[in-house]
Antibody, heavy 121, light 110 residues
Framework: QLQLQESGPGLVKPSETLSLTCTVS??????????WGWIRQPPGKGLEWIGS??????TYYNPSLKSRVTISLDTSKNQFSLKLSVTAADTSVYYC??????????????WGQGTLVTVSS | QSVLTQPPSVSTAPGQKVTISCSGS????????VSWYQQVPGTAPKLLIYDNDKRPSGIPDRFSGSKSGTSATLGITGLQTGDEADYYCGTWDSSPSAWVFGGGTKLTVL
């Protein structure tokens, strides 16, 4: 059974860089069959897609975040990561996830449990 | 403001049926498949429906999905108190190339 687990600091200062890692178990991220992505949810609000990427393929970002975000793969560790330069408005629960096929336009079928990141000085 | 529009809340009685709408445009729902997610507060979203009307393994047939033009609908029959959750629609927006979600609908089973 595929499992995704987010890890990283729970508190980040404004203007610094949020760095999160998603560790995948039960499957390989270097399989050419799936896109992998990040989604976030501010407290009490809805879901916002951050971006998705694919082993050996393109990376797609939310246009509203594109200038501040980088998503990358580490196949040696079966992990993918998120880096985001932050303001207080980026306080959210961050989820890593998998798309159902090798296209970012497909459904999201596996989700991590989520990790709360608070941006505050 | 979300790209996809959902009613903020719906409520109904146990055993009844409810529908949740999701309205978009020609660049998103009009061109791409829709999926639906259930989120119990404090937990991660769970896939309920994909490719407009398909159910993943383990999702009961009380849950159904449909799409027409630039709108999609989630239907739930035989409502149970355990169905109380937030429900989100999602799809790909071809212009720009981005995944988009609806604002979410809070379902209350009275």
């Amino acid at each position: 059974q595929l499992q995704l687990q987010e890890s990283g600091p729970g508190l980040v200062k404004p203007s610094e860089t949020l760095s999160l890692t998603c560790t995948v178990s039960g499957g390989s991220i270097s399989s050419s069959n799936y896109y992998w992505g990040w989604i976030r949810q501010p407290p009490g609000k809805g879901l916002e897609w951050i971006g998705s990427l694919y082993y050996g393929g393109s990376t797609y970002y939310n246009p509203s975040l594109k200038s501040r975000v980088t998503i990358s793969l580490d196949t040696s560790k079966n992990q993918f990561s998120l880096k985001l330069s932050v303001t207080a408005a980026d306080t959210s629960v961050y989820y890593c996830a998998r798309h159902g096929r090798a296209a970012p336009s497909t459904w999201i079928d596996y989700w991590g449990q989520g990790t709360l990141v608070t941006v505050s000085s | 403001q979300s790209v996809l529009t959902q009613p903020p809340s719906v409520s109904t009685a146990p055993g009844q049926k409810v529908t949740i709408s999701c309205s978009g445009s020609s660049s998103n729902i009009g061109k791409n498949y829709v999926s639906w997610y259930q989120q119990v507060p404090g937990t991660a979203p769970k896939l309920l429906i994909y490719d407009n009307d398909k159910r993943p393994s383990g999702i009961p047939d009380r849950f159904s999905g449909s799409k027409s033009g630039t709108s999609a609908t989630l239907g739930i029959t035989g409502l149970q108190t355990g169905d109380e959750a937030d429900y989100y629609c999602g799809t790909w927006d071809s212009s720009p190339s981005a995944w988009v979600f609806g604002g979410g609908t809070k379902l209350t089973v009275l």
